[in-house]
């Protein structure tokens, strides 16, 4: 069932508006999102970055630490959900201050990968501290029960989620492969 309101029927009716709000999952999950961003850009701000941009860095460095290759912008993209002209617009900044290089692939030149300079491998090294005593803080501040549950129901919902999304031609796909695999 879904349901449609427009700006009159808001006005008119403040205790829906007030009912929808309060029990709205999405509206929830922005508030503590930006609750916890704060947190770990406060922590993080002594090396001037963001955690958006530490956990850019920290998935750009991934690849090149267990492959020795650096990763490319599609792939960086859809590892943290982000498309591509978003991730490039936030690839800017660390570009402008020569933490990251985006270049062509030495494999395929058509495909565009990133990896972190030398400068921007030592200030993820730096910020690491920071990242571990934010980390350190938000689940003092949560308990260390109500984090691990945290973190569990959320990697719970996201698999879910994602699941929910894939379209029904990839999902038939990868029944058929675990069928054949069982059998």
């Known amino acids: 069932m879904?349901?449609?309101?427009d700006a009159r029927e808001i006005q008119t009716a403040p205790e829906v508006a007030n009912a929808a709000s309060l029990g709205c999952t999405?509206?929830?999950?922005r508030r503590m999102a930006r609750l916890v961003t704060q947190l770990y850009d406060e922590a993080l701000s002594a090396h001037d970055l963001t955690?958006?941009?530490?956990?850019?860095?920290?998935t750009i460095a991934e690849p090149r630490s267990k492959t020795g290759k650096d990763i490319s912008i599609g792939a960086l993209a859809n590892i943290v959900g982000?498309?591509?002209?978003?991730?490039?617009r936030n690839l800017n900044t660390l570009q402008r201050d020569k933490l990251v290089d985006v270049r062509p692939d030495k494999n395929d030149r058509r495909v565009r990968a990133v990896a972190l300079t030398a400068a921007g491998r030592q200030r993820l090294r730096d910020a690491v501290p920071?990242?571990?005593a934010a980390q350190a803080d938000l689940e003092r501040r949560l308990g260390t029960a109500a984090t691990a549950e945290l973190n569990g129901s959320l990697d719970r919902a996201r698999d879910r989620l994602?699941?929910?999304?894939?379209p029904?031609?990839?999902k038939s796909v990868r029944t058929s492969h675990s069928s054949a695999t069982r059998a």
């Open 2 to 5: 879904s349901i449609t309101m």
């Open 51 to 58: 955690i958006a941009q530490f956990g850019l860095m920290t």
């Open 162 to 166: 994602v699941e929910s999304l894939r």
């Open 130 to 132: 920071a990242w571990r």
């Open 168 to 170: 029904a031609a990839e």
């Open 26 to 29: 999405c509206r929830r999950l």
């Open 82 to 88: 982000l498309d591509p002209t978003t991730l490039n």
